[in-house]
């Protein structure tokens, strides 16, 4: 069969130098390609041809990808060392890559050939070379993103390229990119998208050293049908595409009946104001309040009275030890807390507990009293404000001879010990169970100390872990869980926090930013709720595979292939440099939710008609991200002393085979930037399959070349997104990112 004939030796080499010779002899990988915003008032032409840029190349494969029918394929791959050819001549100097070309490759005795995009789908990618003053590292989101932005990372791995410092350093480096990022039209459109630029504009990398790649691919090859037309195999139920057609379901990501869903209404103590919405009725309420801690013997109460909150409460009276939960239906009760004493305590491990009992009134900064216990003879410790690793906790390790210490943590790492602000009350060893009570203010004595804050912050997350001996060290266990506090002198509140759950396991988080961001919250768009989400990456992880149970077809029958990239490059000469080089903007017209859902059409639409949008409204300077260029997705360099940014590339990120078209506009004057519309295949040969698209970019540069002169955006301008797709049948897992470069001025 045909899919045998492709696949790959393991012993293949990873990397091939195709050419350093001149542009005159070379040709591009893939053919000639359009942009969307050629220069009609200038005879010149804009050439996608790089043999006419004066330009070199080399070739690198990826690591084999092997996958079955209906696998992902989702992970940060080992690292390509680039030709010993380009490491000897690039030491200690910069290349300026003017563009790429990549494409999806069976390696065979007579050399790389296409892998048809119905048969292995670009979901997307990201791919980075390092050089000899980087390193490619996972790291903490929220250190380099703010919290919309880094929400999208909370499904997958993070990494950035950081830069590595040598005391022998030339100054003249210093503003040289050490890495570089490539994913511009970085999916199913990726092949026939062009992604070069204009002349003197480059990407560019001192002493370049190693290629890494990230890519998504989903196995959509039926392995009975070795026919030139698409025949899509068998499909989850989920699967919304329809019979016969030219695309596989598989590619949206359904949430099949192998995903674990669990959903689950979240309630919160609150000691201060009132809750944004109430717990709906006396049953709830006395559920919800046993939920957040409220001991098991608390009496329960409906009543009508203006003298407690509305809705659901706790009402603690300590000289009787009793609490006693309320559900008041006067709409015009009293307002949460009002009191300085709390309490709480709660597990996330079964063997190690908290308790915390503050008082916001004892001395100048308030007194916390913490009790931990856990098992004596191993180190345990907890998180506070937390709920993994990657937040980067404030921790208090208790180790296996009950010695106490405070620690920052940091993502998967111990982090540091800082200084100690707790004093030990009491430290004793009963039945195998170390109970310790620390004292320490409620207020942080550095920014590194966790502030106790309970009359802004009545829930709290935090992790626990246990170690395999005495000594801190890798944990043996680890949990998560909620802390709230209970107002003692006052009445605390129980407030419906809304749904949450998770996806096999995985906590569902995502930022559907509101209007004029967005418009996923006011349309509703599935994709922002667990309880309503059905199909996109969350369902999507490394080596899932996309089939209902039921269903398991060619389980034996594994493609192997690689990811083929040619980058075209130019020197750079730093005595007088003609090249500048180019930042790496970027914005999600689904305002940070990552992904959309395109909703089926009414029945009674017209079929021109079939048709949906979204929107987004952002400024510039929502883009801009102070770290150095090249070492993260988003980028963009120094912006002191700028005042804008250039347009010199856009390149926008749209599926098949919905995409329909995707505007930019500058909302402050209503010019048209950007207009994107798609290229349909309607044949079975390599880049032009049927249903299958190609995405020109925008390029601005010299009317010389045939383009229009950039354009200059100050950071305050404000920009629009519309992007259009074709909803005569719905669509999961749909994108709308534009991906662009520009130079900051």
Same mark, same amino acid.
């Given at each position: 069969?045909?899919?045998?004939?492709?696949?790959?030796?393991?012993?293949?080499?990873?990397?091939?130098?195709?050419?350093?010779?001149?542009?005159?002899?070379?040709?591009?990988?893939?053919?000639?390609?359009?942009?969307?915003?050629?220069?009609?008032?200038?005879?010149?032409?804009?050439?996608?041809?790089?043999?006419?840029?004066?330009?070199?190349?080399?070739?690198?494969?990826?690591?084999?990808?092997?996958?079955?029918?209906?696998?992902?394929?989702?992970?940060?791959?080992?690292?390509?060392?680039?030709?010993?050819?380009?490491?000897? +001549?690039?030491?200690?100097?910069?290349?300026?890559?003017?563009?790429?070309?990549?494409?999806?490759?069976?390696?065979?005795?007579?050399?790389?050939?296409?892998?048809?995009?119905?048969? %292995?789908?670009?979901?997307?990618?990201?791919?980075?070379?390092?050089?000899?003053?980087?390193?490619?590292?996972?790291?903490?989101? /929220?250190?380099?993103?703010?919290?919309?932005?880094?929400?999208?990372?909370?499904?997958?791995?993070?990494?950035?390229?950081?830069?590595?410092?040598?005391?022998?350093?030339?100054?003249?480096?210093?503003?040289?990119?050490?890495?570089? #990022?490539?994913?511009?039209?970085?999916?199913? $459109?990726?092949?026939?998208?062009?992604?070069?630029?204009?002349?003197?504009?480059?990407?560019?990398?001192?002493?370049?050293?190693?290629?890494?790649?990230?890519?998504?691919?989903?196995?959509?090859?039926? +392995?009975?049908?070795?026919?030139?037309?698409?025949?899509?195999?068998?499909?989850?139920?989920?699967?919304?595409?329809?019979?016969?057609?030219?695309?596989?379901?598989?590619?949206?990501?359904?949430?099949?009946?192998?995903?674990?869903?669990?959903?689950?209404?979240?309630?919160?103590?609150?000691?201060?104001?009132?809750?944004?919405?109430?717990?709906?009725?006396?049953?709830?309420?006395?559920?919800? %309040?046993?939920?957040?801690?409220?001991?098991?013997?608390?009496?329960?109460?409906?009543?009508?009275?203006?003298?407690?909150?509305?809705?659901?409460?706790?009402?603690?009276?300590?000289?009787?030890?009793?609490?006693?939960?309320?559900?008041?239906?006067?709409?015009?009760?009293?307002?949460?807390?009002?009191?300085?004493?709390?309490?709480?305590?709660?597990?996330?491990?079964?063997?190690?507990?908290?308790?915390?009992?503050?008082?916001?009134?004892?001395?100048?900064?308030?007194? %916390?009293?913490?009790? #931990?216990?856990?098992?004596?003879?191993?180190?345990?410790?907890?998180?506070?404000?937390?709920?993994?690793?990657?937040?980067?906790?404030?921790?208090?390790?208790?180790?296996?001879?009950?010695?106490?210490?405070? +620690?920052?943590?940091?993502?998967?790492?111990?982090?540091?010990?800082?200084?100690?602000?707790?004093?030990?009350?009491?430290?004793?060893?009963?039945?195998?169970? +170390?109970?310790?009570?620390?004292?320490?203010?409620?207020?942080?004595?550095?920014?590194?100390?966790?502030?106790?804050?309970?009359?802004?912050?009545?829930?709290?997350?935090?992790?626990?872990?246990?170690?395999?001996?005495?000594?801190?060290?890798?944990?043996?266990?680890?949990?998560? %869980?909620?802390?709230?506090?209970?107002?003692?002198?006052?009445?605390?509140?129980?407030?419906?926090?809304?749904?949450?759950?998770?996806?096999?396991?995985?906590?569902?988080?995502?930022?559907?930013?509101?209007?004029?961001?967005?418009?996923?919250?006011?349309? /509703?768009?599935?994709?922002?709720?667990?309880?309503?989400?059905?199909?996109?990456?969350?369902?999507?992880?490394?080596?899932?595979?996309?089939?209902?149970?039921?269903?398991?077809?060619?389980?034996?029958?594994?493609?192997?292939?690689?990811?083929?990239?040619?980058?075209?490059?130019?020197?750079?000469?730093?005595?007088?440099?003609?090249?500048?080089?180019?930042?790496?903007?970027?914005?999600?017209?689904?305002?940070?939710?990552?992904?959309?859902?395109?909703?089926? /059409?009414?029945?009674?639409?017209?079929? $021109?008609?079939?048709?949906?949008?979204?929107?987004?409204?952002?400024?510039?300077?929502?883009?801009?991200?102070?770290?150095?260029?090249?070492?993260?997705?988003?980028?963009?360099?120094?912006?002191?002393? /700028?005042?804008?940014?250039? #347009?010199?590339?856009?390149?926008?990120?749209?599926?098949?085979?919905?995409?329909?078209?995707?505007?930019?506009?500058?909302?402050?004057?209503?010019?048209?930037?950007?207009?994107?519309?798609?290229?349909?295949?309607?044949?079975?040969?390599?880049?032009?399959?049927?249903?299958? #698209?190609?995405?020109?970019?925008?390029?601005?540069?010299?009317?010389?070349?045939?383009?229009?002169?950039?354009?200059?955006?100050?950071?305050?301008?404000?920009?629009?997104?519309?992007?259009?797709?074709?909803?005569?049948?719905?669509?999961?897992?749909?994108?709308?990112?534009?991906?662009?470069?520009?130079?900051?001025?």
């Amino acid at each position: 069969m045909r899919w045998l004939v492709f696949s790959v030796a393991a012993s293949v080499a990873a990397v091939v130098l195709a050419g350093t010779v001149s542009g005159a002899e070379l040709h591009n990988m893939n053919g000639l390609y359009e942009i969307s915003n050629p220069n009609t008032a200038t005879d010149a032409k804009f050439s996608t041809d790089y043999s006419s840029k004066d330009a070199e190349y080399f070739d690198v494969y990826s690591p084999p990808i092997k996958t079955r029918y209906g696998q992902v394929w989702w992970t940060l791959m080992d690292p390509v060392q680039l030709p010993d050819e380009i490491l000897e +001549r690039f030491a200690n100097k910069t290349m300026a890559v003017i563009g790429y070309e990549n494409d999806q490759v069976f390696q065979t005795p007579d050399g790389d050939v296409s892998v048809p995009i119905t048969w %292995a789908y670009n979901h997307h990618y990201v791919s980075y070379i390092t050089g000899s003053r980087s390193k490619l590292v996972r790291a903490d989101p /929220k250190q380099y993103l703010d919290t919309a932005f880094s929400n999208l990372y909370e499904h997958t791995a993070f990494y950035v390229a950081e830069d590595i410092k040598f005391e022998d350093d030339p100054p003249e480096i210093e503003n040289i990119p050490k890495s570089q #990022l490539f994913s511009e039209g970085n999916g199913g $459109e990726f092949r026939k998208s062009f992604h070069g630029y204009p002349k003197n504009f480059a990407q560019l990398i001192y002493s370049p050293e190693a290629f890494h790649i990230t890519p998504m691919q989903i196995d959509t090859h039926n +392995r009975d049908e070795q026919g030139p037309a698409f025949v899509a195999g068998p499909l989850p139920r989920a699967a919304q595409s329809p019979p016969n057609a030219s695309y596989s379901g598989l590619l949206e990501c359904p949430c099949t009946d192998r995903i674990k869903k669990e959903i689950h209404t979240v309630y919160s103590a609150l000691t201060k104001g009132a809750c944004s919405v109430a717990v709906a009725n006396a049953t709830e309420c006395f559920i919800a %309040a046993h939920s957040i801690g409220t001991p098991s013997n608390a009496t329960t109460q409906s009543v009508s009275l203006k003298t407690i909150p509305a809705g659901c409460s706790v009402v603690r009276n300590p000289s009787e030890d009793v609490s006693r939960v309320y559900f008041n239906s006067e709409t015009d009760g009293t307002t949460c807390g009002g009191g300085s004493l709390y309490s709480g305590q709660a597990s996330a491990l079964k063997n190690v507990n908290m308790r915390l009992d503050l008082n916001s009134n004892e001395g100048p900064h308030g007194q %916390a009293i913490i009790t #931990l216990t856990g098992p004596d003879g191993v180190w345990f410790g907890v998180g506070l404000n937390a709920s993994a690793m990657a937040d980067l906790p404030y921790a208090i390790i208790v180790n296996g001879s009950g010695e106490v210490m405070e +620690r920052k943590m940091a993502d998967h790492d111990t982090g540091k010990q800082i200084q100690t602000s707790v004093t030990i009350e009491s430290n004793t060893v009963k039945n195998g169970v +170390r109970t310790i009570v620390l004292n320490r203010a409620m207020v942080g004595i550095t920014a590194d100390h966790y502030t106790f804050s309970p009359d802004q912050e009545s829930s709290m997350p935090f992790i626990s872990a246990v170690g395999s001996g005495p000594a801190f060290a890798y944990h043996k266990f680890k949990g998560a %869980a909620t802390i709230s506090l209970a107002a003692l002198d006052g009445a605390t509140c129980v407030c419906n926090s809304g749904v949450q759950g998770s996806i096999n396991g995985i906590p569902f988080h995502k930022t559907c930013l509101d209007e004029p961001s967005g418009d996923m919250v006011q349309q /509703k768009n599935p994709t922002c709720w667990v309880d309503t989400y059905v199909g996109g990456l969350r369902c999507c992880h490394h080596q899932w595979i996309l089939l209902d149970q039921d269903q398991n077809p060619w389980e034996d029958k594994i493609d192997e292939y690689h990811m083929k990239f040619r980058f075209w490059f130019q020197e750079y000469t730093p005595e007088a440099p003609k090249h500048q080089n180019l930042a790496r903007i970027h914005w999600q017209t689904e305002a940070m939710s990552g992904e959309y859902d395109v909703p089926v /059409k009414a029945p009674d639409t017209a079929p $021109e008609n079939a048709l949906h949008q979204i929107s987004s409204h952002w400024t510039v300077r929502d883009m801009i991200h102070d770290c150095p260029v090249g070492s993260s997705y988003q980028c963009t360099g120094d912006s002191r002393n /700028k005042t804008g940014i250039k #347009l010199i590339y856009a390149g926008g990120h749209c599926h098949a085979p919905s995409c329909y078209s995707m505007e930019l506009w500058n909302a402050d004057n209503g010019q048209l930037l950007c207009r994107h519309l798609p290229i349909y295949g309607n044949g079975t040969e390599i880049f032009n399959e049927d249903g299958y #698209l190609a995405l020109p970019p925008c390029l601005w540069g010299s009317e010389g070349e045939g383009l229009v002169e950039p354009v200059f955006l100050s950071f305050d301008t404000n920009l629009m997104s519309i992007k259009t797709n074709n909803n005569t049948y719905g669509h999961y897992g749909e994108m709308a990112l534009w991906q662009m470069r520009g130079i900051l001025v």
